[in-house]
């Protein structure tokens, strides 16, 4: 009931100034400051915070059956509502949909913009196995990830792409992307693939997104230090905006624009850095993800 009623104030602007500002008074004297989401959620442009509070009215903020941490989750979704542009998002990887609705989010909070779900939904993982937790869920996730968007309501904001998606990429229906999140195949062949196929239908200026950029045991990190931040059509910028989010920009192609691109990772990482509390710029080290 608490919550509920928490989540229908911060949908208006005198709630969410209140809520501010009492939270900034209990922060000041040493509470609330290990306490992450929701309360953080303040931080953000007043419709994105409204759109989190719809969202969290129905589905609860740590999710049930998801496999990305809420902070993670906060951190793509403020991502994806800053960055400016038009066009689609398009997932890689989407389980039973938890991510997805933090994307659908962001756009219906924009006022633009539809996403694109991608994922065989049968759990596949690297190296063509499957991922145990597959199997409480019969073996498919579809029925799971329908459920959420239904509950959600989201399923006007998102088509689901059901295939391999490098398979799906060849028929991408869509339109230009402005933000890919690449959380499918974590393996480097299997991050190389998923670039490959869709860096093409990222818009000039687009951002792309890996997740799983801290896990020791996944190439992700590898592909992208070694391959992605050396092209010469890449902006290495926002960079880390979360030990385990990184975060590129396709060149706009005309160098005088280039601004455009600097102005938003202005904006992203003053956002970021005003509540993530172990997040890295650019250039900066790589801090350990805690429970790591």
């Not at 059509?233 to 005309?254: Q, R, T, Y």
Request: aromatic share 8%; with cysteine.
């Amino acid at each position: 009931m608490l919550g509920q009623s928490y989540y229908l104030s911060c949908r208006t602007r005198i709630g969410r100034v209140t809520a501010r500002a009492m939270l900034g008074a209990l922060r000041r004297i040493g509470a609330c400051r290990s306490f992450k989401l929701p309360l953080d959620a303040l931080s953000l442009p007043g419709p994105a915070t409204s759109g989190l509070m719809k969202l969290w009215s129905r589905l609860h903020w740590m999710g049930e059956d998801g496999m990305m941490p809420p902070d993670q989750l906060l951190a793509i979704y403020r991502l994806t509502y800053t960055w400016p542009g038009d066009g689609d998002v398009v997932e890689l990887g989407s389980w039973t949909g938890l991510t997805t609705c933090y994307l659908a989010t962001a756009c219906a909070s924009r006022g633009r913009g539809h996403v694109y779900a991608v994922d065989t939904f049968a759990g596949t993982k690297e190296g063509g196995t499957s991922y145990d937790a597959v199997a409480r869920h019969g073996g498919t996730t579809w029925p799971a990830f329908r459920r959420r968007m239904r509950e959600a309501d989201l399923e006007g904001r998102v088509t689901a792409l059901v295939g391999d998606t490098v398979e799906q990429a060849k028929a991408y229906p869509g339109n230009p992307i402005r933000v890919l999140l690449i959380d499918a195949d974590h393996s480097f062949e299997g991050v190389r693939r998923d670039f490959e196929a869709w860096w093409p239908h990222v818009a000039p200026g687009g951002l792309i997104v890996f997740h799983d950029y801290a896990m020791p045991e996944a190439g992700v990190r590898r592909y992208v230090d070694e391959i992605v931040t050396r092209r010469d059509d890449v902006e290495v910028s926002p960079g880390c905006v979360h030990p385990n989010v990184f975060a590129v920009a396709k060149e706009l192609g005309v160098r005088g624009e280039a601004r455009v691109i600097r102005e938003a990772v202005a904006e992203v990482s003053a956002l970021c850095a005003a509540t993530m509390s172990g997040a890295v710029r650019v250039g900066e080290g790589l801090a350990p993800v805690a429970g790591a």
